[in-house]
């Protein structure tokens, strides 16, 4: 064959397979219908064990892998609702939880559940003193007390005696939303013990719960099936199996989306959310999660210990820009400590990009010219575009800031070694639908020592100390009526807007989840419980 | 074998073993100095000091570097790379894992890449300056300077999302997922051995593009590389020669000039596979393709030693191999060399 004829051939075998394709006269490949395939990226999940595992990945997993003793609805997420716990009741003074777990439920194994599974696995958690014991210290439960603290004392009653005094009421919520609250199959792990670790290396890739899938397998960075538990008490689930995928290109994930060969995909670029917004196809919701979007700075560092300076900093912080360029599908406005939709939230105080003020303050603490300065931050968006923006907007005053860019191990490590000037982050509780919990991980900082080192709290990374809002916060902690309370969380608030804390939140994050139109039945919740059991296809 | 011969390959031997530590010792000491701390990738930002301690303890930090290092020397003796913070298993299970993924792409890579890119050289050195080397020319400039992640993106969108024709992410359809028993990890193999003819279909499907877009890189290095071997012993005096003997055209270029080119060739054949081998990350993460790249960069991303120094032993060990095979065969073919 000559050249000519070869080009030309290869030319309309090109042509015509373009043609077929934009004609849409392949095909659609289509996801089996009892069967929910999810794309997202697995890089955060390190393990399963409900003692270890961080992030929101695993709690959706767990969600459905076991079962919670308390649920939270996710329209109205302080809204708790009976899970294996069919009733609770707090003691008078607030000291003590007494819950009724369900009788007949079985474990997948074909174990029974009971009051005693429940005990011994929020004991195993403080035993282990693992990453998610954090909850459970902060309330004062120990690997020391745990046992006489956290009891059954039958098969169905379930105490918890609190070892400090607290809102029972976070407590309760706590169950409902972390991962550690979920109830193992005691004699399964036990089965799988190895060194006395209580089954911590066997549930790192395995599960023994009573949820309504069960897991088959989970291959790291690759995929994750569950099936279907027919012997589920609330009644077997609508799907048959559940695949999870590790993808983490997003245009790969819109591609297969596009496709029909996923259900669920998250994690998606900006662009390709919007372009998902467009097919008919494709429904993209929004999830509001509790935790904050900010801009921290050290008070360690002399700068910025000056209360000028952080007021100068807030004033140079462009709210609308951001809010509107870079945070759509990521985040919604939000400038206080405390998220928005509770009872104790405050409207917005509506700060503003105010360069002319923040000039004056800048000139009154000693800096008419500004000064240099370093922004950490990661490398991923929005993180890094928010970090432009505020490198954009510092400069206007004067202030010249580098941008360090790293992971999250970089950057979050450095807070926690309180080395750093100024940092783009993400955080807080907000796990928990109560202000205590935003509060504690944002602004409490019991004891401001180098030496305390109190690295799970963000007030103590970044020096804010103050003993006023300390007392405030443990007085609404432990104020039993609820109209006081919300009084006293708006008071902190305001106290905390006036003496201009070192983390200033503007955005309420939002993880955004695109899924085929089919999908019935999907509400992710915003404390990441997604629950699957009710999910279908329609078509 | 003479004592000589012995000699010469106890020499190579212990270059090799030499050469394997220096490279461990040096991932060692700096993933030992880069500012990840994989403490803190486990407990994740929020945990409290006492957990951090806890877990820092558990993973032996706490002891001094040149312990820490002759400790994991000791456990290597024994087979046991250590405990993969990412996975939860055994470095050797995981690389057991995900090696066997990308030396199935990387090989029907190489093999796509040599299968045209040698002919194509060849026929670009034997019409060199004409039309046909100019356009062999441009594909190579095009196929080694364009992205393979762009690539990688447009093969998606043009070969699966518009047409159909090849599988998405991923090795197979999830439907056939775990239905052939892994006995080499290479699923064309163990869906052949075992009879599945649909699962070997359906791999190949969602093998070909992904290895298609990588041959096309290295075809376009070999297609060079090749045309430029050939270009230097097409003017050699021995063609003449057997042109003037009234050789035939092709009887010369594959009889005379590419037989002598053939060893070159090889070697880099046999580089471009272990770059292919260690590098193919970016096609990994476009195709979510659960191989070596893919386990390689997160293991780096999270600080994770164990899983880093296994993979860097893994890479060390096939670029020695394929370094003393190309030494092997230039012994053999060229007796210069001996």
């Not at chain 2, 403490?39 to 558990?58: H, K």
């Not at chain 2, 030693?305 to 060990?317: I, R, S």
Request: glycine fraction near 8%; aromatic fraction near 8%; hydrophobic fraction near 45%.
């Amino acid at each position: 064959m000559n050249h000519t004829k070869l080009l030309r051939r290869c030319a309309a075998s090109v042509a015509v397979a373009l043609a077929l394709g934009t004609l849409g006269v392949v095909a659609q490949a289509k996801t089996p219908d009892d069967q929910l395939i999810v794309g997202f990226s697995m890089n955060n999940l390190l393990s399963l064990d409900p003692a270890a595992a961080t992030g929101n990945d695993v709690v959706e997993l767990a969600a459905n892998l076991y079962d919670y003793l308390i649920e939270l609805d996710p329209q109205t997420i302080s809204k708790m609702q009976p899970g294996l716990a069919e009733s609770w009741k707090v003691s008078a003074d607030g000291r003590s939880i007494t819950l009724v777990v369900r009788k007949g439920v079985k474990f997948q194994s074909g174990n029974e559940l009971t009051a005693e599974d429940a005990a011994w696995s929020l004991q195993r958690v403080l035993k282990l003193n693992l990453a998610m014991a954090s909850p459970w210290k902060s309330y004062g439960f120990t690997a020391q007390n745990v046992e006489k603290a956290v009891r059954a004392t039958d098969a169905t009653t379930l105490v918890i005696d609190l070892p400090e005094p607290t809102d029972p009421k976070m407590v309760l919520y706590t169950l409902a939303t972390s991962v550690s609250s979920v109830v193992l199959d005691r004699k399964k792990v036990m089965e799988n013990e190895k060194n006395g670790d209580m089954g911590a290396a066997w549930l790192t890739t395995h599960a023994a719960g009573s949820g309504p899938f069960s897991l088959v397998e989970w291959r790291a960075k690759d995929a994750l099936l569950m099936n279907r538990f027919d012997g589920y008490w609330r009644g077997p689930a609508k799907l048959k199996r559940v695949i999870m995928r590790h993808m983490t290109e997003s245009q790969s994930l819109r591609l297969m989306l596009e496709r029909g060969d996923l259900d669920v995909a998250s994690g998606m670029s900006v662009p390709d959310i919007e372009s998902m917004k467009k097919n008919p196809e494709a429904v993209v919701s929004p999830v509001r999660r509790g935790t904050l979007y900010y801009v921290a700075v050290s008070m360690k560092d002399p700068k910025f210990a000056d209360k000028r300076v952080r007021l100068a900093i807030r004033n140079l912080i462009d709210y609308d820009g951001i809010n509107t360029t870079v945070m759509p599908n990521y985040g919604v406005p939000q400038q206080r400590p405390v998220q928005m939709g509770l009872p104790a939230s405050l409207p917005s105080p509506g700060y503003k990009l105010d360069v002319a003020a923040a000039k004056k303050l800048l000139s009154e603490a000693g800096f008419p010219n500004g000064f240099k300065t370093t922004i950490r931050v990661l490398a991923d968006p929005p993180f890094i575009n928010i970090a432009t923006s505020l490198q954009a907007t510092l400069a206007k005053a004067g202030i010249e800031a580098s941008v360090l860019s790293g992971t999250g191990n970089q950057v979050y490590g450095a807070m926690r070694e309180r080395n750093f000037e100024i940092l783009v982050g993400r955080g807080g509780g907000g796990v928990e639908p109560h202000p205590h919990s935003s509060l504690r991980a944002l602004v409490y900082n019991p004891d401001n020592s180098d030496a305390a080192k109190l690295t799970n709290f963000q007030g103590w990374r970044t020096s804010f100390f103050s003993p006023e809002l300390n007392q405030l916060i443990e007085k609404a902690e432990v104020e039993r009526d609820e109209a006081k309370q919300t009084a006293q969380y708006q008071e902190a608030q305001k106290l905390y807007e006036a003496q201009v804390g070192a983390i200033q939140p503007f955005s309420q994050m939002v993880d955004t989840v695109v899924l085929r139109k089919d999908v019935r039945n999907y509400f992710g919740h915003p404390s990441a419980t997604t629950r699957l059991r009710d999910v279908s296809k329609q078509r | 074998m003479t004592t000589s011969t012995l000699r010469a390959l106890g020499h190579r031997l212990l270059s090799v073993v030499l050469t394997l530590l220096g490279l461990l010792l040096l991932t060692f000491v700096i993933g030992r100095v880069m500012p990840l701390d994989p403490v803190l990738s486990i407990v994740g930002p929020d945990a409290d000091r006492s957990t951090y301690d806890q877990v820092y303890q558990q993973l032996g930090l706490d002891r001094p570097l040149p312990v820490q290092f002759a400790y994991y020397l000791r456990d290597l003796l024994h087979g046991d790379l250590g405990n993969a913070l990412l996975t939860g298993h055994k470095v050797t299970d995981d690389l057991a894992r995900v090696l066997p993924a990308t030396v199935e792409l990387a090989t029907m890579a190489i093999v796509l890449g040599t299968g045209l890119g040698v002919p194509l050289g060849v026929y670009a050195a034997t019409r060199r300056g004409r039309l046909a080397d100019h356009v062999v020319r441009v594909i190579s400039l095009f196929g080694y300077s364009t992205p393979v992640f762009w690539f990688g993106m447009m093969g998606l969108l043009v070969f699966y999302a518009w047409l159909g024709w090849a599988g998405g992410a991923g090795r197979i359809d999830l439907a056939f997922d775990g239905m052939v028993a892994p006995r080499t990890g290479l699923l064309l193999v163990d869906s052949a051995m075992a009879g599945e003819w649909e699962v070997f279909r359906n791999a190949i499907k969602f093998l070909l593009l992904p290895a298609c877009i990588l041959g096309l890189h290295s075809m376009a290095y070999i297609s060079r590389m090749t045309r430029s071997f050939m270009l230097a012993q097409l003017s050699q005096e021995y063609i003449t020669t057997a042109r003037v003997k009234g050789l035939s055209e092709r009887g010369v270029v594959w009889g005379h000039a590419f037989r002598n080119i053939l060893v070159q060739l090889l070697t880099i054949v046999a580089l471009a596979y272990g770059g292919l081998l260690e590098g193919a990350v970016l096609i990994e993460t476009v195709f979510a393709w659960p191989g070596f790249g893919q386990y390689l960069t997160s293991s780096l991303l999270l600080g994770d030693m164990n899983a880093v120094m296994g993979c860097v032993l893994v890479v060390g060990v096939i670029f020695v191999t394929l370094n003393l095979l190309s030494d092997a065969l230039y012994h053999v073919f060229d007796p210069r060399t001996r």
